[in-house]
């Protein structure tokens, strides 16, 4: 992928409020009780390394990821924590997953099956963490007694894995409406019966499930959407201290005209200017993961909302300007400018979807730049 470092399109990231909101989610943790970074999807969109490290650094003792390639990043990068990939993956990764220390999320026996022959004949064992469907939906052990069958696979004499973890995933933590969630715990209380001894690392709870069940953590907290200092239920429940967002989208204007009334902007002609008005064109587009759907939503400049004019194109877009500005003067898509402030749950709210979809999706053609910010 091509980094555009060359313009002034930048999503600004500060460690500072990943390090202040870890901290923040680790005084909230009981003793004995430990916090995974997660850190998939690029570290949703903020850059996976650089997050990692201001994780560990606030006390983050792990890492889950999606991938195995984001894994191999990391160990790349020199961390030697645990590290635990969230999906499930093929057993012909098994021996790959081994040699680079990775611990691997398993939902079914046959995987084990069907990895121990390689895994034996490579002389590696590889960890695995048991995932448990209590009602997600998605992956994971639904009986008992497969889920008996498995343990008893990790723990036998000649087991080629090390039974590590096992971790359920919650499809409700994030809403006052606790019904689900309560029939979730009922069928864990039921797996769970199965697993007389527990391994290392028993993990229950998200960022929602650690923020609003503390009760159902286990020993491991799996930190995402908090640490990027956003609220995972939207504005639904209120979030315990103070989150602080960690990346701002900016860009500059990179063209400014004044065009006459009746002029069209964009493609299909979608806006005829009203009247004689300033335009201004800005160095951002769909290819950037600016959606096409941001068309009407308004972007600060000087600390004054400005409309979006005409369609989003690949690598660009259009504002109304209320007079003329200079060209290079800021504009800020997500984060603070002028006394004024948009949020990533502005934006997600105007294109109809999560703000988790709206950082995780910044193409890797926008630039980072790290600061540190000790307060906001
Ligand atoms: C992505 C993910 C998380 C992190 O969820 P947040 O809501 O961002 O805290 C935790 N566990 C699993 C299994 C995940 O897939």
Excluded at 39 to 64: D, E, I, M, R, S
Excluded at 222 to 230: A, D, H, N, T, V
Excluded at 349 to 375: C, G, K, M, P
Aim: hydrophobic share 45%.
């Amino acid at each position: 992928m091509v980094v555009g470092r060359h313009r002034e399109t930048k999503a600004v990231v500060d460690l500072g409020a990943v390090y202040h909101n870890v901290v923040e989610e680790k005084s909230r943790l009981q003793d004995g009780q430990e916090l995974f970074a997660v850190v998939k999807a690029n570290a949703y969109g903020h850059g996976l390394v650089q997050v990692a490290q201001a994780a560990k650094q606030a006390g983050a003792t792990g890492f889950c990821v999606a991938l195995i390639d984001e894994g191999v990043a990391l160990r790349a990068a020199g961390l030697t924590e645990p590290i635990l990939i969230l999906g499930v993956n093929s057993p012909l990764e098994a021996v790959f997953m081994a040699q680079n220390d990775l611990s691997v999320a398993v939902g079914d026996v046959k995987f084990l099956q069907d990895a121990a022959p390689s895994l034996k004949q490579a002389g590696l064992k590889l960890k695995v963490h048991l995932a448990l469907d209590t009602g997600m939906g998605r992956i994971g052990f639904r009986s008992p007694a497969e889920l008996q069958l498995a343990v008893r696979t990790l723990q036998g004499t000649e087991s080629q894995f090390i039974f590590e973890g096992l971790f359920t995933h919650f499809a409700s933590a994030d809403t006052n409406d606790t019904a689900y969630f309560d029939q979730q715990i009922a069928k864990l209380d039921e797996l769970l019966a199965v697993v007389k001894q527990r391994p290392r690392y028993v993990s229950f709870a998200n960022t929602a499930t650690a923020m609003w069940h503390a009760k159902f953590s286990g020993n491991v907290v799996r930190y995402g959407i908090g640490m990027y200092g956003l609220n995972p239920s939207g504005t639904e429940v209120s979030a315990p201290g103070q989150l602080r967002p960690a990346l701002e989208l900016v860009s500059q204007l990179a063209a400014v005209k004044q065009v006459s009334a009746g002029t069209s902007i964009g493609y299909g002609q979608t806006y005829q200017a009203p009247a004689d008005e300033w335009i201004g064109t800005l160095p951002i587009g769909y290819a950037d993961g600016w959606s096409r759907r941001m068309q009407g939503f308004k972007l600060l400049v000087a600390g004054q909302f400005c409309e979006i004019v005409g369609r989003v194109c690949m690598d660009q877009i259009m504002i109304r300007l209320p007079h003329s500005f200079p060209v290079g003067t800021k504009v800020t898509l997500i984060g603070k400018n002028g006394g004024e402030e948009i949020t990533a749950q502005a934006v997600a709210d105007y294109a109809q979807t999560i703000h988790y979809e709206i950082i995780s999706t910044l193409s890797e053609r926008i630039q980072r730049v790290y600061v540190w910010n000790d307060e906001q």
